[in-house]
């Protein structure tokens, strides 16, 4: 069983900002590339930003220098450091992981639970 966990979400007003974090557990041989999916109200959900175990990363162009991933291999954690908010950056978050639970094992794809994130003044 492999779970993965968000927390960090909440209100901020525009121009503030958050944190999110998404720790992975259970039966984790190796995580692949790990990220952060977003869908707002009546929006099909859509990449916000990924990072690879190497820690190359890719951002969707309306968060570019605004939100920076990064990720402690260690703990299987990615964080999403969100700043300069704007009240289009509200949405449910999703943390998501390509996961391998055996050494000859295939990835699948994990997702946690989602998280609110609301920009309101």
């Known amino acids: 069983q492999v779970q993965l966990v968000e927390s960090g979400g909440g209100l901020v007003q525009p121009g503030g900002s958050l944190r999110l974090s998404c720790a992975a557990s259970?039966?984790?041989?190796?995580?692949?590339?790990m990220g952060w999916y977003r869908q707002a109200p009546g929006k099909q959900r859509e990449l916000v930003a990924a990072?690879?175990?190497?820690?190359?990363?890719n951002y969707a162009d309306s968060v570019k220098g605004r939100f920076v991933i990064s990720r402690d291999n260690a703990k299987n954690t990615v964080y999403l450091q969100m700043n300069r908010m704007k009240p289009e950056d509200t949405a449910v978050y999703y943390c998501?992981?390509?996961?391998?639970?055996?050494?000859?094992?295939?990835?699948?794809?994990?997702w946690g639970q989602g998280t609110q994130v609301t920009v309101s003044s």
């Open positions: 998501n992981a390509g996961i391998r639970r055996r050494a000859w094992g295939s990835i699948s794809d994990y």
């Open positions: 990072i690879t175990s190497g820690g190359g990363t």
């Open positions: 259970g039966s984790i041989f190796s995580i692949n590339a």
